[in-house]
């Protein structure tokens, strides 16, 4: 099975951006939907948006308006632009093949002044 690997995490002041990327291996069909959640402890993972091979997105509410998910079908690679970040904002982001049910090992971002 394939691989998927998260970047882009980091420290980031209320207010700020981030843009988080998800690189597939060759192994993973392209044409998959994918999707980014994220984890605080003590929760479960949440939804944050979606891409179909399409171009189609749906969002989480919470994410609406503030974030951006676009995908390379020529790279295979997934991004996840975050802007106007706020504290809430706080976890371990996550992208993920849903058909194939295959994650990423996390990437943290924390908004905190």
């Known amino acids: 099975q394939g691989q998927l690997v998260e970047s882009g995490g980091g420290l980031v002041q209320p207010g700020g951006s981030l843009n988080l990327s998800c690189t597939a291996s060759?192994?993973?069909?392209?044409?998959?939907?994918r999707a980014w959640y994220r984890q605080t402890p003590g929760k479960q993972r949440e939804f944050v948006a979606a891409?179909?091979?399409?171009?189609?997105?749906n969002y989480a509410d919470s994410a609406k308006g503030r974030f951006t998910i676009s995908r390379d079908i020529r790279t295979n690679a997934v991004s996840l632009q975050m802007n106007s970040l706020k504290a809430e904002d706080t976890a371990v982001y996550y992208c993920?093949?849903?058909?194939?049910?295959?994650w990423g090992q996390g990437t943290q971002v924390t908004v905190s002044s």
């Open positions: 891409i179909a091979a399409n171009g189609a997105t």
């Open positions: 060759r192994r993973i069909n392209s044409l998959d939907t």
């Open positions: 993920t093949i849903p058909r194939l049910e295959l």
